[in-house]
Structures are given as structure tokens and as C-alpha cells.
């Protein structure tokens, strides 16, 4: 099971629901696919852009590595990853 | 509510009631605090703050803290401003001024929005507070929390310099040590912080944490006679103190106390990790993320600034620039900045004086401006990366033939 993490300022994508377990291996994009099978178009909206990208302000995380640093949407995700979804807040 | 008008996205312009929101529920993006500024005009007068004590709480029409005995009474703030007449003779330059943040109560400028945010935490009787820190957050956060009796959960690089780990450990606190740089450590915090309902100042709380950094600002303003200089020179870390500094610079505006000035927002990094230089230097002005930074100046060592962007539009907007001195510039401008004016600043400080000396150089600041540096940290906490630019010492034999012998034919007065 990949396990999706959702810090609760993003949760309002996935109807308040902060740890998701979902039967998946892939990419990530096509994980986010998936989750948004499951939470309708609502999820999608909240966290891609209008160009098909991450919104800005959303980090997203497999197994701990930034997905920027790695392959963005087509980045690995094994079947019993860690996907955390979080603000991007960081530093004071 | 005091003078608080909203909670309002800087990226949609979305309002919400000031609550715990920690991002726009529509965006995501960052949001800041609004205030009623005309009651803030009838109140926030040069009469009513002189009269004020002297601590940050002089501003608190434009403070989003509504419950008086929520207030941690640490008197962060109210630090010197320095007229740096040696160093700008050194450099060249016609009026220089330093903002000693060096002297709060926990040696550097984080006690000024963690003052903020605790009162915030108070207020909403929550049950712990914390932070993620590259050293002097972990400090000021770990004080204020010790004075208002709450526990304290620092997260940090186990990297770090022993005195930044040491200090939050001394105030109580306890420190989560991450094997990893401080975004990790970040990222981590806020899954912690997620999970227990805990007030971290700079995560959940930032909306209201980042309001206390506008004190520098509004207390440079006051001290320099009710007058804005023509740059400020800040330190980037995650380009929250830039933003905020702007922000103050506008809030002044908005109630007439400024009119018609217009001050150059001048942001710095070391070379080692510039993610908001480079991305000031880019096309599309997006931070350029460093997944390893590498630099003396550790308080800096944020690789994915998440105020970035803000702070690159706001250089942009004031007609400001960036620059990332190299680590042997940043040390340089330390000991320069300490010779020429008794003051001992960590790298970070460093950093705008290193700044300055470029910009002087190749003109991006002219030298009839008015200029005030920020120095937002003390240097006792970072001593190891000075120590080595120095020749150890030989010890002297306790007689006066040995002390005429080392001191060799230097003669004062």
C-alpha cells in the first residue's frame, strides 16, 4: 500500500482525509490520477495549476526525497512509498 | 479583535477572520495579516509610540496580538542603531547606519516574531510550541516558551554549530536533532507539528510569526527621526524578514506616516546556497531550489525559501537587487564590521556588509545613499568560523623583557 500523507492546510483537497492508503505502484502522477479517481476533480484542482503542473505553494515528498530533486511527476513511486503532500512553508 | 481587520492571501487576495489558518484554504498561498488602517491612523501617532516602553510592543496597533496577558515579557527589540561612521569611511561611503540585532535577549532578531507568535499560542491555550530552525529561531523559541511555561520541541540539522544546538537545550527545550539538512528537518516538523496540534512559530503560526519582524523596520524609522533610508540590506534566509520588511515599509504608507519615499529592498545570501539570488538573477524570477547547501553561513542555509518568490518580486518592485557574497567575503566583512565598529555579527551579518562592499564597488548603491544594514545575529554563537582565520597564539612568558619582546616596536601614544 503507498501511503499519502496530507498536512492538514492541503486536506481540503481530499475532503479532510490526512492519511490515505491506496493500492498503487507507478509514477507519481499517475498516483495523483488514482487519489483523484477517489476525491473527484476537486483534488485535481486544488493541486495542479491551469498548465498541468504542482501549484506552487505544494511540496510534495516520496519517501522523504523532494520530487523536484528527483524526476517531478514521473518520479518512481513504489508500492509501499510514503507521499507526503505538504504546505511549502519553510524557514522563519 | 484590536486593529485586525483579516487574515488575507498574498497570492489570491482571499480574506478569512483571524483565526489559525496557516495558508489560503483557495490557493495555498501565504497569507499576512490586514489591519483597520483607519483606526490604526487615529492611534499609531510619533506622540502616543514615543511615550511607549522600549520593546516591540511600542508598535501594537500593527501587532495581531489581541489578549494583553498573553504577552511573553522578554522586551525583545528596541535595539541600537548604529551610526557606522568608521565603516562607511572604510568603504567609501556618505551615511551608514547599523541595526544592531545582535543584543535581544537571545543574541539575534528571531526573538522579535517569536514574541508574536507565542502570545498568539497563549492566546489559543495550545498545549506545546516548537519550530524548525537553522540555529537561531531554536533559541528565541525555546526562551520565550520557557518564560511562558509551555514545552518546546525544536527541530534543527544535527549538523549544526554545538552552540545553536546547545542553547535551545539550556532553555528547556527539547531539540529533535535531523540527520539531514534544515529542509528536511522542516519538512519533518511539519508532519510533527501536523500530528499533535502543537504551535510551531514558524510553521503553523507564520502568518502571525512573520508580524513581529516588521518591528526592525518600524524601530529604524523611528530612530532614524520618523525617516526611511534609501536601502536597507537584509539577510535571506527564507526572505521572510525581507517580506516583512516590506510590508512594514507599506503599512506605514497606509496610515501617512511616509509619503513619497521610496526605499530599495537590497536581499543577501552567501554563494553556498543562494536559491532566492538566483532566482532574482533569472528570467522568471522563481527561486532556484539547493537540495545541499554548502556555506559557513548556517542561519542562511535554507535551500527552498518559501518566501522566495515574494521577496524576489518585492527587489524587483523597489528597484533593490540581490547578491551572494562567497564564504571568504562573508568572513572578511565580519571581522571588518567588528574592527571598525565593535560589532560581532554572525555570518549572516556578515553577509550585508559583504554585500555592501560589492555594491559600492560596481555601483548598484551609490555612495551618497543612506543606508542601513540589518545585523541580525551575534557572532558569539557562530566564534568557530572566525577562529580559524586567525594564527594561534604563542603563549608570552609573564615578564616584562618577554612582553617588550612580542610586543616588538608597536608603539600607541
Given at each position: ?92 | ?58 508598535y501594537r496597533e500593527l501587532l495581531p496580538v489581541f489578549d494583553e496577558g498573553a504577552k511573553v515579557d522578554l522586551q525583545p527589540g528596541y535595539t541600537p542603531l548604529r551610526r557606522a561612521d568608521n565603516l562607511a569611511s572604510e568603504l567609501g561611503l ?183 539570488v538566483r532566482g532574482f538573477e533569472s528570467a522568471d524570477g522563481r527561486p532556484r531550489p539547493v537540495k545541499r547547501p554548502d556555506t559557513i553561513a548556517e542561519s542562511l542555509a535554507i535551500g527552498d525559501p518559501a518566501s522566495g518568490h515574494e521577496a ?102
Amino acid at each position: 500500500m503507498v501511503r499519502l500523507v496530507v498536512a492538514s492546510p492541503i486536506a481540503v483537497a481530499t475532503r479532510g482525509e490526512r492519511e490515505i492508503d491506496i493500492e498503487y505502484e507507478g509514477t507519481l502522477g499517475g498516483l495523483f490520477d488514482a487519489v483523484a479517481e477517489r476525491y473527484g476533480k476537486e483534488f485535481r484542482q486544488r493541486i495542479f495549476d491551469g498548465e498541468g503542473g504542482l501549484k506552487r505553494f505544494v511540496n510534495v515528498y516520496v519517501d522523504g526525497e523532494d520530487a523536484r530533486y528527483l524526476k517531478g511527476l514521473e518520479t518512481p513511486v513504489t508500492r509501499d512509498a510514503t507521499v507526503d503532500l505538504l504546505p511549502a512553508i519553510a524557514g522563519g | 479583535m484590536g486593529y485586525v481587520r483579516s487574515l488575507r492571501c498574498r497570492e489570491c487576495g482571499a480574506e478569512y477572520p483571524p483565526t489559525r489558518l496557516v495558508v489560503c484554504e483557495a490557493c495555498f498561498g501565504p497569507l499576512e495579516v490586514a489591519y483597520e488602517f483607519d483606526a490604526v491612523r487615529e492611534a499609531f501617532t510619533r506622540d502616543s509610540i514615543a511615550r511607549r516602553p522600549g520593546d516591540l510592543w511600542r508598535y501594537r496597533e500593527l501587532l495581531p496580538v489581541f489578549d494583553e496577558g498573553a504577552k511573553v515579557d522578554l522586551q525583545p527589540g528596541y535595539t541600537p542603531l548604529r551610526r557606522a561612521d568608521n565603516l562607511a569611511s572604510e568603504l567609501g561611503l556618505r551615511e551608514l547606519w547599523v541595526k544592531d540585532d545582535t543584543v535581544n535577549p537571545t543574541s539575534s532578531f528571531k526573538d522579535r516574531p517569536v514574541a508574536v507568535a507565542i502570545a498568539k499560542a497563549r492566546e489559543w491555550g495550545l498545549e506545546a510550541v516548537g519550530c524548525a530552525s537553522t540555529g537561531n529561531l531554536a533559541a528565541a523559541t525555546a526562551a520565550a516558551a520557557a518564560k511562558a511555561r509551555l514545552p518546546c520541541y525544536v527541530f534543527t540539522p544535527a549538523s549544526l554549530e554545538e552552540t545553536k544546538l546547545l542553547l535551545p537545550r539550556i532553555y528547556g527545550a527539547t531539540v529533535v536533532p535531523v540527520d539531514g539538512t534544515y529542509d528536511d528537518a522542516n519538512r519533518v516538523a511539519i508532519l510533527a507539528a501536523d500530528r499533535r496540534g502543537w504551535g510551531f512559530v514558524n510553521i503553523n503560526l507564520r502568518p502571525y510569526y512573520a508580524e513581529g519582524s516588521k518591528t526592525l523596520l518600524f524601530e529604524t524609522w523611528e530612530q532614524l527621526g520618523f525617516e526611511l533610508p534609501d536601502v536597507v540590506v537584509t539577510p535571506l534566509g527564507s526572505g521572510l524578514l525581507l517580506t516583512s520588511v516590506d510590508k512594514a515599509i507599506r503599512e506605514l504608507k497606509a496610515i501617512g506616516q511616509v509619503n513619497g519615499v521610496s526605499t530599495r529592498l537590497v536581499g543577501t545570501q552567501a554563494a553556498g546556497c543562494a536559491p532566492i539570488v538566483r532566482g532574482f538573477e533569472s528570467a522568471d524570477g522563481r527561486p532556484r531550489p539547493v537540495k545541499r547547501p554548502d556555506t559557513i553561513a548556517e542561519s542562511l542555509a535554507i535551500g527552498d525559501p518559501a518566501s522566495g518568490h515574494e521577496a524576489i518580486q518585492i527587489m524587483r518592485r523597489t528597484r533593490g537587487f540581490a547578491d551572494a557574497p562567497s564564504d571568504p567575503e562573508i568572513i572578511e566583512a565580519q571581522r571588518l564590521l567588528a574592527r571598525t565598529e565593535g560589532v560581532f555579527a554572525e555570518p549572516a551579518g556578515g553577509t550585508t556588509v559583504a554585500t555592501l562592499k560589492r555594491a559600492l564597488e560596481d555601483g548598484r548603491i551609490d555612495r551618497d545613499e543612506r543606508v542601513v544594514l540589518l545585523v541580525t545575529g551575534n557572532g558569539l554563537k557562530a566564534p568557530s568560523v572566525l577562529s580559524a582565520s586567525f594564527p594561534p597564539l604563542t603563549p608570552v612568558a609573564p615578564n616584562a623583557a618577554a612582553v617588550d619582546a612580542f610586543l616588538g616596536g608597536i608603539h600607541h601614544g
